[in-house]
C-alpha cells in the first residue's frame, strides 16, 4: 500500500540540499542587482522560487508524492481553495476605481 | 413492524429491540479520569454536550442583559461601552463555543461511527485532543470575561481591533486561533472516519443524510478554518509589533480583513447550518415514515453549499469600500448558493407529502426549523442584493436575519437532535408533554423575539447602539418579552431532560421505529464499542415502509 511507503534518510537529504539551493536562489534574485529587472520580473522569479520549495516540502516532506490519490486530491483542494481567497480578493482590488473613469488603481500601478 | 431491516437479521443481529445491556459506555468505568482520558466517541460527545451547553448558558445571559437595557431607549442600565461587551462578549461565546461545534462536535461524535458501522472514528486520541483544545481556547474565553471583556464586535474588524480597542483583543485573538485548530481536527476526523471506516455494503448513496452533511461540514472547517487562524494571527502581529497589514497608516488595507475574516466567517455559517440539515433529513424521513425525497439532490447539496459557500464572502462586504463590479459579482454568487438550500426544503417537504406524518417532539422541532430557517434564508435574499443591502446593512434586519437562521434554524435543528438521540444517547425516554410544549414555546418566543426586530431594522433601526430612537421601543419591548419567553423554553428541556436521566423508563433500542444502523443495530445506551461485530449494511437509508410503529 502507497500509505506505507517508507522514504529514505538519502532522499530527505537529497530533497533537503534541493531546499538549501534554492534558499540560496531567493538571496541572490534579491539581492544582487543584476537580476533587478522590474518588479514583476522579480515577483514573477521569487514566486516561481517559492513555488518549486512548496512542492518540495509537500510531495517530499509531507509524502504526498507517495500516498494515494484521495490524499492528492485533499492536498490540492487547498491549493484551489487558496486560489478562490486570492481571485475574488484581487478582483475586489483591480476593479475598485473602474467606475470612475479618471482615477488609476494605485494596487495596479 | 416491518420484517425488512437495514442489517441483515442473523444470530448477531436478531432483529430489535435489543433490552439495554448490562455494561454500556456510561456506565463500564465510574472515573473521572475514565471520562477526562477517554478516547471513546460517545463520551467525547457527552464531553462536548457538558461544555457547549454551559457556554450556551453564559451566552444566553449576556443576551438576556443587553435585552434588559434595550427594553427603553436611553442607556440606563449599560454604559456605553459595557453594552458593547456584552454583545461582544454574546457573539464570541455563541458562534465559537456554541454554534460551531455543538452539532458536529456533541451529535456528529457520538452518531457518525454508529451510524457508519465503526467502532470509533478514525483518530480516537485526536479526537479526545480536539476537546482539550476546545476547552483551552473556552479557558481563554473565561479569562477574558474576568479581565474586562472584549468591546470589537465577533467581527474584529480593523482598525478597531488591530488600532483602537483597548480591550482583550491579543486574547481574543488567541482564542479563536486555539479553538480553531480544534474545529479542523474534529473536520479532519470525520472525513478520514467516513471515507476509511464505513460497514462492508455501506456505499455512499447509502450513507444516512447527516453523514453526508457533516462530510460537506467536515470539508470546510479542513479549509476555512485556516484562513480565520491566519487572520487573527496577522492581527496579533500588527498589534503587538506594528507590522502594517490593515492598518492604512503603516500602509495596510483594512478591507483586506475583511476579505480574509468572512472568506471565513461566510463558510462557517454553513458550519454551523450544514450539520442541522443533517438532522433534519434524518427527523423528516423517520416522523413522516417516508423514505427522503430526491435523496441524491440532497446529498449533493450539501456538498454543492460547501463548495459555492466560499463564493460568496464579499456579499458582507457591499458598503465596505469593495468595488462595485465586485458587489456585483458576489450578489450574483449569493443568489447560486440559495438554490441548494431551497433544493433541502423543496425535498424535505415532499418527502412529508403522502408520508404517515407522527408529531412526536423532534418533529415538532424539524418542522418548525423548516419555516424559521425558510424565513431566514428568504431575508438572506434581501440582504445578498447589492442595492437593498446598502440600507439594512448594519440595522436590526440583518440581526434578525442571521438569529432567524442560526436560532430558528440551527439551534431548532440542534433540539431536534438532541430530543430524537436522546434515547439512544441515554438509554431512557423523557417526558412527551412537557417536551411538545417546550417545542411550541422556543418556536412561540423565537419569533416573538426576533420578528419585530426584522419591523425595527427595516424602519431603520441600527445594530449595536445602546441607545436609540424612541419610536423604536415598541420593537425592542416586544422582543425584550419575547426573549423571556424563548429563555423559558430553552429552560425547559433542562428539567425534563434532567428528570428523565433518573426516573425516565428505559426507551428501548429503537423507541421511534426509526431505520439506521444506530436504530436497528445497537442498543441504547450504545456498549462501549458500539457493535459486538461490525454490521453489514444490505439496504438503502430511509427504507420506511409505513409500518414502524413509535413505542414512546
Redesign the interface.
Given at each position: 500500500m502507497s500509505e506505507h511507503h517508507i522514504v529514505t534518510p538519502k532522499t530527505y537529504l537529497k530533497n533537503l540540499a534541493v531546499l538549501m539551493v534554492l534558499m540560496a536562489l531567493t538571496i541572490i534574485a534579491a539581492k544582487w542587482p543584476v537580476l533587478h529587472i522590474s518588479q514583476t520580473v522579480n515577483l514573477a522569479m521569487a514566486l516561481t522560487i517559492a513555488v518549486a520549495k512548496m512542492m518540495c516540502i509537500i510531495l517530499i516532506f509531507m509524502h504526498v508524492k507517495f500516498s494515494s490519490r484521495?490524499v492528492m486530491v485533499?492536498a490540492s483542494?487547498?491549493f484551489f481553495?487558496l486560489i478562490?481567497?486570492l481571485t475574488?480578493?484581487f478582483?475586489?482590488?483591480a476593479?475598485?476605481?473602474?467606475?470612475s473613469p479618471t482615477a488609476v488603481s494605485p494596487y495596479l500601478g | 413492524m416491518s420484517t425488512e431491516h437495514l442489517v441483515e437479521p442473523s444470530a448477531d443481529f436478531p432483529v430489535r429491540d435489543y433490552g439495554p445491556p448490562r455494561v454500556h459506555y456510561l456506565n463500564w468505568r465510574h472515573t473521572i479520569a475514565s471520562w477526562l482520558l477517554s478516547r471513546d466517541h460517545k463520551r467525547i460527545g457527552i464531553m462536548y454536550l457538558v461544555s457547549i451547553s454551559i457556554f450556551f448558558v453564559v451566552g444566553s445571559l449576556f443576551a438576556a442583559i443587553f435585552r434588559l437595557e434595550l427594553l427603553t431607549p436611553e442607556g440606563d442600565f449599560l454604559q456605553a461601552d459595557t453594552y458593547n461587551k456584552f454583545f461582544t462578549l454574546h457573539g464570541v461565546v455563541m458562534i465559537f463555543f456554541f454554534l460551531i461545534p455543538s452539532i458536529p462536535a456533541v451529535l456528529g461524535n457520538f452518531l457518525i461511527p454508529l451510524m457508519i458501522g465503526a467502532k470509533d472514528v478514525a483518530f480516537p486520541k485526536l479526537n479526545l485532543a480536539s476537546w482539550y483544545i476546545f476547552m483551552v481556547g473556552g479557558t481563554i474565553g473565561v479569562a477574558i470575561i474576568l479581565l474586562g471583556g472584549l468591546d470589537t464586535g465577533w467581527t474584529f474588524y480593523t482598525p478597531l481591533s488591530s488600532s483602537y480597542a483597548n480591550t482583550h483583543v491579543f486574547l481574543a485573538a488567541m482564542l479563536v486561533f486555539i479553538t480553531g485548530f480544534s474545529s479542523i481536527l474534529t473536520g479532519l476526523n470525520f472525513l478520514v472516519t467516513i471515507h476509511k471506516m464505513r460497514a462492508p455494503g455501506l456505499t455512499w448513496f447509502r450513507l444516512p443524510l447527516f453523514i453526508w452533511a457533516h462530510y460537506a461540514t467536515s470539508v470546510i472547517q479542513v479549509l476555512g478554518t485556516p484562513v480565520l487562524a491566519i487572520t487573527v494571527f496577522l492581527v496579533g502581529i500588527e498589534r503587538i509589533w506594528g507590522v502594517g497589514i490593515f492598518d492604512p497608516a503603516l500602509g495596510g488595507d483594512p478591507i483586506l480583513f475583511q476579505h480574509m475574516f468572512w472568506f471565513y466567517s461566510h463558510p462557517a455559517v454553513y458550519i454551523m447550518i450544514l450539520p442541522g440539515m443533517g438532522v433534519i433529513s434524518e427527523v423528516i424521513a423517520c416522523f413522516s415514515r417516508n423514505r427522503v425525497f430526491g435523496y441524491e439532490f440532497i446529498a449533493f447539496s450539501s456538498v454543492a453549499i460547501a463548495i459555492i459557500g466560499f463564493l460568496v464572502w464579499g456579499h458582507h462586504m457591499y458598503v465596505s469600500g469593495q468595488s462595485m463590479y465586485a458587489n456585483l459579482v458576489f450578489s450574483l454568487l449569493t443568489m447560486l448558493v440559495a438554490v441548494p438550500s431551497a433544493i433541502k426544503i423543496f425535498n424535505w417537504t415532499a418527502t412529508l407529502y403522502k408520508g404517515n406524518v407522527i408529531w412526536e417532539t423532534p418533529m415538532l422541532y424539524a418542522v418548525g426549523f423548516i419555516g424559521l430557517f425558510g424565513i431566514g434564508g428568504g431575508t438572506g435574499l434581501f440582504l445578498g442584493t447589492t442595492g437593498l443591502d446598502v440600507p439594512l446593512h448594519d440595522t436590526y434586519f440583518v440581526v434578525a436575519h442571521f438569529h432567524y437562521v442560526m436560532v430558528g434554524g440551527m439551534v431548532m435543528a440542534y433540539l431536534a437532535g438532541i430530543h430524537f438521540w436522546w434515547p439512544k444517547i441515554t438509554g431512557k425516554m423523557y417526558a412527551q408533554t412537557p417536551a411538545k410544549i417546550s417545542a411550541i414555546v422556543v418556536f412561540v418566543g423565537f419569533n416573538f423575539t426576533f420578528f419585530p426586530q426584522f419591523l425595527a431594522g427595516w424602519n431603520g433601526m441600527p445594530r449595536r447602539y445602546h441607545s436609540y430612537n424612541a419610536d423604536f421601543q415598541i420593537w425592542n419591548v416586544l422582543s425584550t418579552a419575547g426573549a423571556t419567553v424563548l429563555g423559558i423554553g430553552f429552560l425547559m428541556p433542562a428539567f425534563y431532560l434532567g428528570w428523565s436521566l433518573f426516573f425516565g423508563k428505559d426507551a428501548g433500542s429503537n423507541p421511534w421505529g426509526a431505520r439506521g444502523l444506530e436504530w436497528e443495530a445497537c442498543t441504547s445506551p450504545p456498549i462501549p464499542h458500539n457493535f459486538e461485530e461490525i454490521p453489514v449494511v444490505t439496504q438503502e437509508a430511509y427504507a420506511y415502509t409505513g409500518e414502524e410503529t413509535v413505542s414512546v
Open positions: 484521495l485533499f483542494a487547498g481553495w478562490i481567497l475574488l480578493t478582483c475586489d482590488y476593479s475598485r476605481f473602474w467606475h | -
